[in-house]
C-alpha cells in the first residue's frame, strides 16, 4: 500500500513539474528547456548570474522579439529581448511594473525593508520623501566631506605605495566608500582607510563574505517570497543586523539629545522619524517612520553604496592599468580641469568629461547589478503582440547582455571611452545603457555614486601612475559566488608616485 501511495505522490509532481516548465510553451512564449529543480540556473554555484543570463538572452534573441521564457527554480521569469519593451517596462507603462518583487520580512529581519524592496504606495511616499537627499544642490553641500575623504584616500595609498608593495585595490577602494558613506550617512568616522580591521568596514566584509549563501536566499526570496516569510528567513546575519541597529540607535539619540544638525541623510530620516516637514512641504504624507523603518533605509544606504562604487572604481582602474594611452588621456582631463579650475572643486569634477567617459564604458562592461526585476502587478498585455503577462510574473532585464550586444555596442568587449562621446551616445538607444535602471524606480543614490567615484578616480589619477601587477589575473575572471559582480582573487594593482 506505501508503495502504491509513493508512486502516486511521485507521478503526481512528475506531472505538475512538466505543466509548470511548459507555461511559457503554452501562452506561445518563446522559451528555454528548463530541467528540475534549478530551471535555466543550472550552474548557478559555478557561473555568475551575469553569464547565465547573457546566454539565456543571446539564445532566445531575434529580431522583432520582444521577450522569452526562462524558468527560476520552478517559477517562470520573462527575459526582456527588445530594447522598446525594456522603456515600456520602466517608464511608459511603470503603473504595470512599479515592485521589484524582492524579499522583504519586517518582522523578523527588519533590515530588509528599505528602499529597494517595499512596494506600492508605500514604496511611493519614501521614494518621495528621500529624494531631497539626493539632489544637485545637496551633492554640492556633501562635496566637501566626500573630498576630504578622498584626500585622506591618496595619501593612504601613498603611504603604501611609498613601501613598494602591490595593492589589492578592491579592498582599499572599499575602505574608501566604506568612510564617505559612514560619514554621510551616519555622521561616523569610521577610519577605514586608517585601520582595515575598522568595524564598520569589517560589518561590510561579513556582509558580502557570505556570498553563496546569501545569493542563493536572494533568489530563493525572490521566487518563494510567502514561503521564506513562513520559513521566518533572514537575509542578513544577526551579528551584522544587531550592529547597524546600534549604529543608528547611537546616531539618532546622539543627535536629538545634542541637537546636531549635518544636512546629511540621517537628518533627514530623523526629520522622518518625527513626523516633520521634509524640505518645503508642510504635511507628511508618510507619516511617522519607525526606528526600524529609518534603519532599514540607513543600513540599504550603506550597503548599496559602498559595494557599488567601490566595484566601479575598481574595474575602471583595471582597464586604466591595462591601457596605459587611455590612462594618460584620463590624467590629462583631470591635470587641464585642475589647472583650469584651479582645485578639484565640485563644478572642477563635473568638467572632466573623459574621465566620466571611462566611469560609464566601466559601467557597460562591468555593471555592479547585472539583472533588474520587476513584478507584474496586473495582467499586462505586451504592446505589439498577443502575450499577455499575468499578475505576479516576473520581467527580468538583462543589464550585462544588453551592455555586451554587439548590435548596440560594436566590438563589446574592447574597453573604448569614446562610446560616450556625446556624438555616439546621440546615435545609440537610451535603453541600451542602463546601469542605474530608468523612469521612476531607477537607483535613488545615483548622483552620489557618481560623485564619490569621479573623486576618487580623479584623486588617484593626479598622483599615480596606475599598472597591472604581476599576480593580477588576465583576462579577468567574474567570481560566481559574488551577487555584484567582481573579480575572482581580488585585484592587485602597481601604483608609482608622479
Not at 585622506?152 to 577602494?173: M, P, Y
Not at 520587476?374 to 516576473?394: A, D, F, H, M, Q
Amino acid at each position: 500500500m506505501w508503495i502504491h501511495l509513493v508512486l502516486i505522490v511521485v507521478s503526481l509532481a512528475i506531472y505538475w513539474l512538466r505543466n509548470r516548465y511548459s507555461y511559457w510553451q503554452k501562452r506561445g512564449v518563446p522559451f528555454l528547456q528548463a530541467y528540475f529543480p534549478f530551471g535555466n540556473l543550472q550552474g548557478v554555484f559555478g557561473q555568475h548570474l551575469s553569464v547565465l543570463a547573457q546566454r539565456s538572452y543571446q539564445q532566445l534573441k531575434s529580431p522583432g522579439r520582444k521577450l522569452g521564457g526562462i524558468y527560476f527554480f520552478i517559477n517562470p521569469v520573462a527575459i526582456a529581448l527588445d530594447l522598446e519593451f525594456v522603456k515600456d517596462v520602466f517608464i511608459r507603462d511603470f503603473q504595470y511594473f512599479h515592485d521589484r518583487g524582492l524579499y522583504y520580512n519586517e518582522k523578523d529581519d527588519p533590515l530588509t525593508a528599505h528602499l529597494l524592496t517595499l512596494e506600492g504606495n508605500k514604496w511611493k511616499a519614501l521614494r518621495n520623501k528621500l529624494t531631497p537627499t539626493f539632489t544637485s544642490g545637496k551633492m554640492k553641500m556633501m562635496f566637501p566631506v566626500i573630498k576630504a575623504v578622498a584626500e585622506r584616500f591618496q595619501q593612504s595609498l601613498g603611504a603604501v605605495v611609498a613601501t613598494g608593495q602591490d595593492i589589492e585595490i578592491k579592498d582599499f577602494l572599499a575602505r574608501y566608500t566604506t568612510d564617505v558613506i559612514g560619514t554621510c550617512a551616519f555622521g561616523l568616522e569610521c577610519n577605514s582607510l586608517a585601520d582595515p580591521k575598522a568595524k564598520f568596514r569589517e560589518m561590510g566584509r561579513l556582509i558580502f563574505r557570505q556570498s553563496p549563501i546569501l545569493l542563493m536566499k536572494i533568489l530563493f526570496g525572490l521566487m518563494f517570497r510567502d514561503l521564506a516569510r513562513r520559513m521566518h528567513m533572514r537575509v542578513f546575519r544577526k551579528d551584522v543586523s544587531d550592529f547597524f541597529m546600534k549604529a543608528v540607535r547611537d546616531t539618532v539619540e546622539h543627535r536629538e539629545k545634542n541637537k546636531v544638525v549635518r544636512n546629511d541623510f540621517m537628518d533627514l530620516l530623523i526629520k522622518l522619524k518625527n513626523a516633520e516637514p521634509v524640505e518645503e512641504e508642510n504635511t507628511n504624507q508618510l507619516g511617522q517612520l519607525t526606528f526600524n523603518e529609518i534603519a532599514a533605509q540607513a543600513f540599504v544606504f550603506f550597503v548599496a553604496g559602498f559595494e557599488t562604487s567601490s566595484t566601479v572604481m575598481t574595474f575602471c582602474l583595471y582597464e586604466l592599468a591595462r591601457n596605459q594611452e587611455l590612462q594618460d588621456k584620463a590624467r590629462q582631463n583631470v591635470l587641464d580641469t585642475v589647472k583650469q579650475h584651479g582645485s578639484i572643486t565640485y563644478e572642477a569634477i563635473y568638467d572632466m568629461k573623459y574621465v566620466e567617459n571611462c566611469i560609464n564604458e566601466t559601467l557597460r562592461m562591468c555593471p555592479p547589478i547585472v539583472n533588474i526585476f520587476r513584478s507584474v502587478s496586473n495582467n499586462y498585455k505586451v504592446p505589439e503582440t498577443e502575450i499577455v503577462l499575468e499578475k505576479g510574473c516576473r520581467v527580468m532585464v538583462p543589464v550585462y547582455a544588453i551592455h555586451h550586444d554587439a548590435e548596440y555596442f560594436p566590438d563589446p568587449e574592447t574597453y573604448n571611452p569614446d562610446r560616450f562621446n556625446p556624438d555616439q551616445v546621440a546615435q545609440r538607444h537610451h535603453m541600451a545603457f542602463i546601469p542605474f535602471g530608468d523612469g521612476p524606480r531607477s537607483c535613488i543614490g545615483l548622483r552620489f555614486g557618481m560623485l564619490q567615484t569621479r573623486l576618487g578616480i580623479a584623486h588617484l589619477l593626479q598622483k599615480f601612475r596606475i599598472k597591472l601587477a604581476p599576480r593580477t589575473i588576465v583576462p579577468l575572471t567574474i567570481d560566481p559566488a559574488n551577487l555584484i559582480i567582481s573579480p575572482k582573487g581580488g585585484m592587485w594593482l602597481q601604483f608609482e608616485k608622479l
